[in-house]
């Protein structure tokens, strides 16, 4: 009998305990809302929902189109379109809490999610770079997002962002510092790569496009994608850790890479290359169809100029066409040459 009093003392005191502990936070909650209902009311707090959800809608069909027109894959154009819908869901779903509820306090929690939600488009608005009309409406965006979140007493999402030492930049290696000349795998045009020592990135695609990117150590990160980046003769490689895909760059540091443009001497691996291969040769860019000129010389080195002037220069030892890391076998073809790549298999043939 004695035992079965102590537990049940016990156990009431523990459930008394616990009432003890939770009264301060239900008592604060009661605070807030009764301090935010004597500033606000239901009608104002509706005004800024339908302003955010007249403009995020306006923003999601801007940004759809501006992101399937520029020369990312589509893996990443799914990814950033998705973030936007993530938030314009978010937005949904409080207008549906909002509207089934008397009291507009009770949807704090849907607030905190949208919150959540904006606040990865906050991070990607201010990562990347994006047209300006595009920014000029997140900037407004941003200004009633905040608004609604001081209504329900969340904290506010910050304005500040950008490329250079934010998000755990620094640490590069020297050999990484530069100006680099690369080809989107997608499209074939040219991406231009601009990596600080303080680890600010910034990655500019052939259309004007620019995005914003950290490096630290040899880990390159945009927008969430992680890249490795290694040493390449006189250029970088990168190669993504999710899908492996590899994109090589050239460094204008010594005339653009391959070789130098001091040195007469064999010093690229070039040479020994037969006279069927000697002279100017056009082909087509397999990606975009754009035109390739090829100059071969006796020493071995080559110079490829594609269609929107970018010139790249490699070597050439024998048959094999070395370009940014990147091996081909060069085979007679009538009065041309073709180049097949050793990795891959794609071809092009070059006439005079």
Known sequence: MKKGKFNLFALAFLGLGLITIALPVFSFAQ????????????????????????????????????????????????????????????????????????NWWRSRNNVQ???????????????LSFARRLERQWNQMRRDINTLAETYNLPRLDGTGGGNNNGGGGNVPSWAVGTFYGRNPQTGGTITLDINRNGGVQITFEDGTT?????????????????????????????????????????????GGGWNDDDDDNDGGGGNVPNWAL???????????????????????????FEDGTTFRAT??????????????????NNGIRTTRLDNGERIDYTR
């Open 279 to 305: 002279g100017r040769f056009y082909g087509r860019n397999p990606q975009t169809g754009g035109l390739i000129t090829m100059e071969i010389n006796r020493n071995g080195r080559v110079q490829i100029t």
């Open 211 to 255: 995005f914003r990117a950290t490096m630290n150590g040899t880990n390159l990160n945009n927008g969430g994608i992680t890249s490795r980046v290694t040493r390449l003769n006189n250029g970088i490689r990168t190669t993504r850790t999710d899908t492996g895909e590899r994109i090589d760059y050239f460094s204008q540091r010594s005339g």
């Open 316 to 333: 050439m030892n024998g048959d094999r066409l070395t370009s940014g890391g990147v091996t081909s076998r060069v085979t007679r073809l």
């Open 31 to 102: 605070d807030d809302e009764s301090v935010y209902s004597r500033r606000y009311n239901r009608r104002d707090v509706g005004t800024i929902i339908t302003r955010l959800e007249q403009s995020s809608d306006t923003f999601r069909t801007d940004f759809n189109t501006y992101v399937r027109n520029r020369s990312v894959s589509n893996n990443d154009r799914s990814r950033l379109t998705r973030i936007v819908e993530s938030y314009e869901n978010a937005l949904d779903g409080l207008r549906r809490n909002f509207d089934n509820n008397d």
């Open 113 to 127: 999610s949208v919150m959540d939600e904006a606040r990865q488009v906050n991070n990607m608005m201010n990562r």
